[in-house]
């Protein structure tokens, strides 16, 4: 069982940035594809990010693209989702999923972390 923890949200004003930070208990981290998803409140939870084993990257929504950098640090079993010139459309809990590359039915979510953002 791998267990994800994000960390980082919290209360920005409009035009700021946040980093967030999802860290895995596994020895085999280099080995899972991680993405960020959001869910806004009463909307449905959206895909955000994805970064491949290899570090190719990928940003799935318009309104963040050039905004929201996705990066992977394997030595430390953590991906990180930067966020800058937040927008209070970003508002949602953010939550990252690792999914193994070999075996993509092993899919892994963690809590969630919170991220407000006040206009």
């Known amino acids: 069982q791998v267990q994800l923890v994000e960390s980082g949200g919290g209360l920005v004003q409009a035009g700021g940035s946040l980093g967030l930070s999802c860290t895995a208990s596994?020895?085999?981290?280099?080995?899972?594809?991680i993405r960020w998803f959001r869910q806004a409140p009463g909307k449905e939870r959206e895909f955000v990010a994805s970064i491949s084993v290899s570090g190719a990257t990928t940003i799935d929504v318009d309104s963040v693209r050039g905004r929201f950098t996705i990066s992977r640090d394997n030595a430390r079993n953590t991906v990180y989702l930067q966020m800058n010139s937040l927008e209070p459309e970003d508002t949602a809990v953010y939550y990252c999923a690792a999914q193994h590359t070999t075996f993509p039915g092993i899919n892994y979510w963690g809590q969630g972390t919170r991220v407000t953002v006040s206009s």
């Open positions: 596994t020895r085999t981290f280099s080995q899972y594809t």
